[in-house]
Structures are given as C-alpha cells and as structure tokens.
C-alpha cells in the first residue's frame, strides 16, 4: 500500500515581514505559526510521515513543536523547489514510486482538516495530483510597467492556487528534475508537473486558507483561526440531529 509524506518548506527568512525571526516562527495565537501549521497537517493525517525542510542555520526551531511521530529535518535550498527536492532525496530509500506527497506552505496555518482529507480523497483519483485552489474573484489588473493599467484581464478560467499540492512520488521528482534540467523556472510544484504536460485536478478550498506573506497577515490569521475555533464549538442543531439519525 502507498504512503503518505508531507513535505513542508521552512526555511524562508521571511524578510517581507520585517520581524526579528523567520515568519515561520513569529507567536500566533500563543504558539509559532510552523506548531499551527503541523499540527493542522497531523489532525488530517497523524499516520503520514514528515520531510520538514529548514535552513541549515536555523537558530528557533524546537522539535516539541512537531507533532509526528515519523518525520525528518531536512536541509532547505536557496528556493522553494531546492527544499522540495531536497525532500525527495532524503526520501529516495523509503518512499515508493507511487507513494502520495503533499507539499504545503509552513506560512498557511489556517488550512482547514476537511480540505486536507477533502485533496487527500481526489487524489486517489488523480494521476496528475492536485491542489487546493480558489477561482478568481476580483477584477484583475496588468500593469504598464509602470504602475498604471494597461489592460482589464478577463478573470472566466482563473484560479488562485494554495496549498496543500499532492503527487505521486516518482511523477513529482520527474518533474522537479526535468524542470531544472532544461532551465524551467516553476513557482510551485503543480508548475512543474503541467511543463511535462500533465493537468493537475483543482480542488476548490476555503478562502480563508491564508498564506503570512505581510506584517498584517498575522493579525488575520489570528482571527481567522478564532472563527474556525468557535465555528468548531457551535452545537449541531435538532434539523442536523434528525438528518444524522434518519
């Protein structure tokens, strides 16, 4: 039977965040944005194992923050896709060809568990993996240039990708290695897999699967996970109740 890994980069400086620390490791809600992030990861998957890609110079990390019981420190690269592939390097002994890995952002702490089981079930069907993704909502702009319009977009087909993206192991490190090896730039790992000409699934995900990028992100943050804390709490009603019995 196929396994489950997650992948989680972190070792970012998080220098748009202008704060003392990484941004992976700033307090929200009383804990370090990384011990959110993992710890909604373990709730949708505890039996997964853990690739968490850090700067080799990290100097904040904690290991109690980590809630898996199977999981590895990695070395982060330069970029994204050098964690990544990284990862897959130090999985190369362990994880089969057709093993599932999600790869998800440590700055999306408010990713909810149902969209994690929700991307886990599609990809079972998926052979070009998948992720979470929102279509567009707002009128979308391009510029000149030089800070001035120069065109309305037409937003009918655009989606805003997020994470979690999943795939199979071996299609993954295919295309992260086929990427670097022809010089194609991929801004995430669904980027890599289509440049070989697959078509990863889009899964429509909660809008409030925020990624920290700015210094007033975490306050958001802070109440987005309030929200889905007393949404949690809320009791069912006797119209729920009656449907669950019948």
């Known amino acids: 039977m196929s396994r489950l890994w997650w992948i989680v980069p972190a070792a970012g400086r998080g220098r748009r965040m202008r704060g003392d620390r990484p941004k992976q490791y700033l307090e929200l809600d009383g804990k370090p944005v990384l011990a959110h992030t993992l710890c909604r990861l373990h709730r949708a998957a505890p039996e997964a194992g853990l690739c968490l890609c850090l700067d080799a110079e990290d100097r904040w990390f904690d290991p109690a923050w980590v809630p898996f019981a199977d999981w590895r420190r990695v070395p982060g690269g330069v970029e994204r896709a050098d964690s990544v592939a990284n990862a897959l390097a130090a999985l190369a002994e362990e994880a089969a060809d057709d093993d599932l890995v999600m790869v998800h952002d440590v700055a999306r702490p408010c990713v909810t568990v149902e969209d994690l089981r929700h991307l886990l079930a599609v990809l079972d069907e998926s052979p070009d993996g998948a992720l979470l993704a929102v279509p567009v909502a707002d009128t979308m702009k391009r510029d000149d240039g030089h800070d001035r319009v120069s065109t309305t977009e037409s937003r009918d087909g655009l989606w805003q990708a997020q994470t979690p993206q999943g795939f199979r192991y071996r299609l993954l490190c295919d295309a992260l290695q086929t990427a670097r090896t022809h010089g194609i730039t991929v801004t995430d790992e669904s980027s890599a897999v289509e440049a070989l000409g697959g078509s990863p699934r889009l899964v429509v995900a909660r809008r409030d699967n925020l990624k ?24 069912t009603s006797p119209i729920s109740d009656f449907r669950q019995e019948s």
């Open 212 to 235: 920290i990028t700015h210094p007033e992100d975490l306050a958001l943050a802070a109440h987005i996970l309030a929200v889905q804390a007393a949404l949690d709490t809320v009791p």
